[in-house]
């Protein structure tokens, strides 16, 4: 694997990237996403353009619907996984519109970084990758961007124990519950996060995000 070069820099790339390697080549599953994908969130979003971050656990664990940026799939993927159709749900409750597909890659182009904290898994087996190391890039990413004052939307426990690797008193951290059917009722839904991180944004003098940009 060919780390991204704007975030090459990172010490896991050194370190830590060939056991992860190691162990992904001897898994005889089926990988997910596609090699090529793997880093494809940073490979789109140098840190000094990140804006907003969305922090989620792993890849979608079905075939064909991801494509290496959290909570996105596919444009042809129907239905939509339930946590991103909460998602939408809870967008267009929020800012009073969705986008037309699951494809969130534009969301890169806004400056969303759409991280997870497992950046592979074995088809079919959710969290399968969950403890090969991919978390330590994780948090050497968030403490790289909490240098300068950005958005972490945290969605569910899982994301919110990386907090401790968000420093500094200037960031927006929005949480709530996670969009799953399982928890979306206790706190996600109505949560808003969407308007405001626009809000803050606006705030501090910087432009809003399009979130329905494709």
């Given at each position: 694997?060919?780390p991204p070069p704007a975030w090459a820099h990172l010490r896991f790339f050194r370190e830590r990237l060939p056991q992860v390697e190691a162990a992904l080549a001897a898994d005889d599953r089926a990988i997910?996403?596609?090699?090529?994908?793997?880093?494809?969130a940073l490979e789109a979003l140098p840190p000094e353009e990140v804006r907003v971050v969305i922090l989620g656990q792993d890849p979608y664990p079905?075939?064909?619907?991801?494509?290496?940026?959290?909570?996105?799939?596919?444009?042809?993927?129907?239905?939509?996984?339930?946590?991103?159709?909460?998602?939408?749900?809870?967008?267009?409750?929020?800012?009073?519109?969705?986008?037309?597909?699951?494809?969130?890659?534009?969301?890169?182009?806004?400056?969303?970084?759409?991280?997870?904290?497992?950046?592979?898994?074995?088809?079919?087996?959710?969290?399968?990758?969950?403890?090969?190391?991919?978390?330590?890039?994780?948090?050497?990413?968030?403490?790289?961007?909490?240098?300068?004052?950005?958005?972490?939307?945290?969605?569910?426990?899982?994301?919110?124990?990386?907090?401790?690797?968000?420093?500094?008193?200037?960031?927006?951290?929005?949480?709530?519950?996670?969009?799953?059917?399982?928890?979306?009722?206790?706190?996600?839904?109505?949560?808003?996060?969407?308007?405001?991180?626009?809000?803050?944004?606006?705030?501090?003098?910087?432009?809003?995000?399009?979130?329905?940009?494709?």
């Open positions: 694997m060919t997910l996403p596609p090699a090529h994908q793997t880093f494809a079905t075939a064909g619907h991801a494509h290496g940026h959290a909570f996105s799939v596919e444009p042809d993927v129907r239905p939509l996984p339930r946590s991103l159709a909460n998602i939408f749900k809870e967008m267009e409750d929020d800012v009073g519109a969705s986008p037309e597909d699951g494809d969130l890659r534009g969301w890169a182009r806004e400056g969303v970084l759409l991280l997870n904290t497992a950046l592979t898994v074995p088809e079919g087996a959710a969290n399968g990758h969950a403890k090969l190391g991919w978390s330590e890039l994780a948090k050497e990413i968030l403490a790289e961007l909490s240098q300068s004052p950005r958005a972490f939307i945290l969605w569910g426990g899982h994301a919110k124990s990386f907090c401790p690797f968000i420093s500094g008193a200037d960031h927006l951290i929005v949480s709530s519950s996670h969009p799953s059917p399982l928890s979306a009722r206790r706190g996600f839904f109505g949560s808003r996060p969407f308007s405001r991180v626009n809000h803050w944004l606006r705030a501090k003098g910087d432009r809003e995000i399009n979130w329905m940009r494709t």
